[in-house]
């Protein structure tokens, strides 16, 4: 991508035509965010938002399903279903006074057992979202039935969901003109940002993961003890006063019965 930048800043500067040096570093770049998903191992969302161990979520919002519209009019059971008539209905109990909160807070439960999630958005919208891997299911199954005053009752009505764009959208850069190659660069320079700002959060990751790792070390075992425990084994393994002396000093303590109590926790 930085190969990408300099090229079109080249051609910018030297006002360059079509020569297919940008095109093409632009279709790598493609295939490189388009395997993005395999290449993190689950754990960069569209968003560049770096999750682990849980897998990369995809969000969305459902429409005609906003706050405002939960927060007026009178009471209503909404039932979810997720992956056809088969699977069992999660429903959620709307009534009027509930706060933001609460509201999320009841979708959140229901949903959770089809691996869904809910939560507030930066807009105070109700946004949801599925492992990327679940979201191809979700979506074209995901279906609601009302009492007839959000949504129709009687049967299950297919929604529509609106996906999160996601940060980096390179089918859409074009490189035809001049024109197009600024706002090109303008959309790499960003997406450049997004990058760093999800190197630097896998990176505090690891570095989190390796003192995890290094706390959970056994303590090292002071020299001492260990040249105190090779003296042993050799004065016990050597016939004589003092072998004897050592295994006796040893079993100073040891009695019968705590021996057999010992052996009786095996």
Request: hydrophobic share 40%.
């Amino acid at each position: 991508m930085q190969a990408l930048k300099s090229e079109l800043a080249a051609k910018l500067a030297a006002r360059m035509g079509r020569d297919g040096q940008v095109e093409a570093r632009v279709r790598q770049f493609s295939n490189t965010w388009r395997q993005r998903a395999s290449a993190s191992g689950g754990t960069l969302d569209a968003q560049l938002s770096y999750s682990s161990p849980k897998t990369a979520q995809q969000s969305f919002t459902i429409r005609g399903l906003t706050m405002a519209s939960l927060q007026e009019g009178p009471q209503e059971v909404l039932a979810f279903s997720v992956g056809g008539a088969s699977q069992s209905l999660r429903s959620v109990n709307i009534e009027p006074g509930l706060s933001e909160e609460e509201i999320i807070a009841r979708f959140d439960r229901a949903l959770l057992a089809s691996n869904i999630r809910v939560r507030k958005g930066d807009q105070g919208q109700i946004v949801f979202s599925t492992p990327e891997a679940s979201w191809a299911g979700v979506r074209d199954s995901l279906s609601v039935r009302g009492g007839g005053i959000r949504f129709p009752t009687g049967q299950m009505n297919r929604v529509k969901t609106d996906v999160e764009p996601p940060a980096i959208a390179p089918e859409e850069w074009d490189t035809g003109d001049l024109e197009a190659l600024r706002a090109t660069l303008h959309e790499v320079v960003q997406a450049l940002a997004h990058v760093q700002q999800a190197r630097d959060s896998v990176s505090l990751a690891l570095a989190q993961a390796t003192t995890r790792v290094d706390s959970a070390q056994p303590a090292p075992v002071p020299a001492g003890i260990d040249t105190l425990a090779q003296r042993f084994n050799e004065t016990a393994t050597t016939p004589g006063y003092e072998s004897l002396l050592a295994i006796s000093s040893a079993l100073v303590g040891i009695s019968r019965e705590r021996v057999i109590a010992l052996l009786g926790l095996r």
